[in-house]
């Protein structure tokens, strides 16, 4: 059963750089359209809060698929304009789960409590100084876990790429399948299913070490900054 | 190249058609989905000594892996080692198999809401185990979960295309074998957008309806 082990990892391996492109493409798209979509859905102006929540319950409510599909085959068609392929794909991810991600964005800015809000008018910081440095702060500690979330999501739907011939590890895993006899075909799956669990574990390393900085910056930690350590010490001494 | 109307309605019925096998797949699966993540969340709970860790280890396991894969190893892997199943038969499991995972987390989160002091009353009043589980514990417990679940099923729904890499001949394999027997296919699959958005968004706007009845969890 795992005669051919090397191989396969190898085979699959050679399909884990445009995995990782699509999902790192895609997740930091996500990130910008998340931020544009959840301000603007909190926008004071009607007409960006009309946009914004078009696009998020448009991108919600239809299939990822129909989507991908859709800027695949109907778009060149409709055009005669075929965008590079990964492209498309980073495209397509970050559209729909961006419209997730303002959701999220829209209600961690509303969880701050509004005396934060307050405090930062009666400074009369402008209000962009409110946003950036009252506002965003506090509710980004809010954001990181459900984004976390959103990131697996999204890692997970690189693998749709593969019915669109996108040669990521799920299209390489299907075309070993035809090659390789009964035993090796289990090896094969179980290979790509530990390479998607290796990369969401390592998502979710590289958020809770956001989330710590994040909540540090805020003075939420229990971890003392250096500079009082380093204080505490010439007390104790 | 541009939009024609006739072409787009004489589609509409073979969609239809094909909607029904996703609704059908969706309600399957949510079924199977329920069911399953139930067992998934009593067992965790349970605390058995290495049957509690293994169902921990498949759920984080499970649900940090695509669907796509999953669903692929099921119909296209299994049949090697005597399980041979039909694509919609294969597609329900791969569907309430992977959302169980999801759905377990969403009952042990609503059992965890039912007040300690129903717990230490049931005991009190020296109930046997079963029912304080099916007389006290999960009817506060299910309704609390009701928007959650229903949550799921809306994204189950629209997941359900992904079973056209395992032959499942749902609304947007319709689209793409119109498509391919006429060389259009903006109508059909424009529509099955279309078909989605008209089911999901109402059927979303719902569950916000029922979240702010029974609370968010």
């Given at each position: 059963m795992f005669d051919n082990l090397g191989l396969i990892v190898s085979r699959l391996s050679e399909g884990l750089s445009t995995t990782v492109i699509a999902a790192v493409g895609g997740i930091a798209l996500t990130v910008v359209l998340s931020l544009v979509a959840g301000l603007g859905m909190l926008s004071p102006v009607a007409v960006l809060r009309g946009i914004s929540r078009t696009y998020v319950e448009f991108f919600r409510g239809t299939s990822e698929i129909v989507q991908l599909f859709w800027i695949f085959f109907a778009l060149p068609a409709l055009t005669g304009f075929q965008i590079v392929p990964l492209a498309a794909a980073i495209l397509v991810l970050a559209l729909n789960h961006g419209a997730y991600g303002g959701e999220i964005v829209r209600g961690a800015v509303q969880s701050v409590p509004r005396a934060q809000y307050e405090g930062a008018l009666a400074l009369s910081l402008s209000s962009r100084d409110r946003m950036l440095r009252v506002i965003l702060p506090q509710a980004l500690v809010e954001m990181l876990p459900p984004f976390n979330n959103l990131f697996i999501q999204l890692l997970k739907s690189t693998s749709l790429l593969s019915l669109v011939v996108v040669t990521e590890i799920t299209f390489i895993a299907n075309s070993l399948r035809a090659a390789l006899p009964v035993s090796e075909q289990l090896t094969v799956y179980a290979v790509l299913l530990l390479m998607y669990l290796v990369l969401s574990l390592l998502i979710t390393a590289g958020m809770r070490w956001l989330e710590r900085r994040a909540a540090a910056r805020l003075g939420r930690?229990?971890?003392?900054?250096r500079i009082n350590s380093r204080l505490h010490k010439e007390q104790a001494a | 190249m541009i939009w024609d109307w006739d072409y787009a309605i004489e589609s509409l019925p073979a969609l239809l058609r094909g909607l029904q096998v996703t609704l059908l797949a969706t309600l399957l699966g949510s079924l199977l989905a329920f069911a399953l993540g139930l067992v998934f969340a009593l067992v965790r709970r349970s605390r058995v000594p290495v049957l509690s860790q293994l169902v921990w280890a498949f759920v984080e396991f499970w649900r940090s892996t695509p669907l796509l894969v999953q669903a692929i190893l099921i119909f296209f892997v299994l049949p090697g080692f005597g399980i041979t199943l039909s694509p919609l038969t294969a597609g329900v499991v791969a569907l309430g198999l992977h959302y169980a995972c999801y759905t377990s987390e969403v009952y042990r989160a609503g059992i965890d809401a039912v007040p300690r002091g129903q717990w230490e009353a049931a005991a009190a009043l020296h109930l046997p185990r079963s029912r304080v589980w099916l007389g006290v514990v999960l009817p506060q417990a299910v309704p609390r979960v009701v928007p959650a679940l229903g949550n799921y099923v809306i994204s189950m729904f629209k997941e359900v295309p992904l079973l056209l890499a395992i032959g499942v001949v749902e609304v947007v394999t319709v689209a793409n074998q119109l498509g391919a027997q006429t060389f259009r296919l903006v109508e059909p699959l424009t529509l099955a957008g279309v078909l989605f958005l008209l089911i999901s968004y109402p059927a979303s706007l719902l569950v916000r309806r029922l979240e702010r009845r029974v609370g968010v969890l």
């Amino acid at each position: 059963m795992f005669d051919n082990l090397g191989l396969i990892v190898s085979r699959l391996s050679e399909g884990l750089s445009t995995t990782v492109i699509a999902a790192v493409g895609g997740i930091a798209l996500t990130v910008v359209l998340s931020l544009v979509a959840g301000l603007g859905m909190l926008s004071p102006v009607a007409v960006l809060r009309g946009i914004s929540r078009t696009y998020v319950e448009f991108f919600r409510g239809t299939s990822e698929i129909v989507q991908l599909f859709w800027i695949f085959f109907a778009l060149p068609a409709l055009t005669g304009f075929q965008i590079v392929p990964l492209a498309a794909a980073i495209l397509v991810l970050a559209l729909n789960h961006g419209a997730y991600g303002g959701e999220i964005v829209r209600g961690a800015v509303q969880s701050v409590p509004r005396a934060q809000y307050e405090g930062a008018l009666a400074l009369s910081l402008s209000s962009r100084d409110r946003m950036l440095r009252v506002i965003l702060p506090q509710a980004l500690v809010e954001m990181l876990p459900p984004f976390n979330n959103l990131f697996i999501q999204l890692l997970k739907s690189t693998s749709l790429l593969s019915l669109v011939v996108v040669t990521e590890i799920t299209f390489i895993a299907n075309s070993l399948r035809a090659a390789l006899p009964v035993s090796e075909q289990l090896t094969v799956y179980a290979v790509l299913l530990l390479m998607y669990l290796v990369l969401s574990l390592l998502i979710t390393a590289g958020m809770r070490w956001l989330e710590r900085r994040a909540a540090a910056r805020l003075g939420r930690t229990r971890a003392t900054p250096r500079i009082n350590s380093r204080l505490h010490k010439e007390q104790a001494a | 190249m541009i939009w024609d109307w006739d072409y787009a309605i004489e589609s509409l019925p073979a969609l239809l058609r094909g909607l029904q096998v996703t609704l059908l797949a969706t309600l399957l699966g949510s079924l199977l989905a329920f069911a399953l993540g139930l067992v998934f969340a009593l067992v965790r709970r349970s605390r058995v000594p290495v049957l509690s860790q293994l169902v921990w280890a498949f759920v984080e396991f499970w649900r940090s892996t695509p669907l796509l894969v999953q669903a692929i190893l099921i119909f296209f892997v299994l049949p090697g080692f005597g399980i041979t199943l039909s694509p919609l038969t294969a597609g329900v499991v791969a569907l309430g198999l992977h959302y169980a995972c999801y759905t377990s987390e969403v009952y042990r989160a609503g059992i965890d809401a039912v007040p300690r002091g129903q717990w230490e009353a049931a005991a009190a009043l020296h109930l046997p185990r079963s029912r304080v589980w099916l007389g006290v514990v999960l009817p506060q417990a299910v309704p609390r979960v009701v928007p959650a679940l229903g949550n799921y099923v809306i994204s189950m729904f629209k997941e359900v295309p992904l079973l056209l890499a395992i032959g499942v001949v749902e609304v947007v394999t319709v689209a793409n074998q119109l498509g391919a027997q006429t060389f259009r296919l903006v109508e059909p699959l424009t529509l099955a957008g279309v078909l989605f958005l008209l089911i999901s968004y109402p059927a979303s706007l719902l569950v916000r309806r029922l979240e702010r009845r029974v609370g968010v969890l």
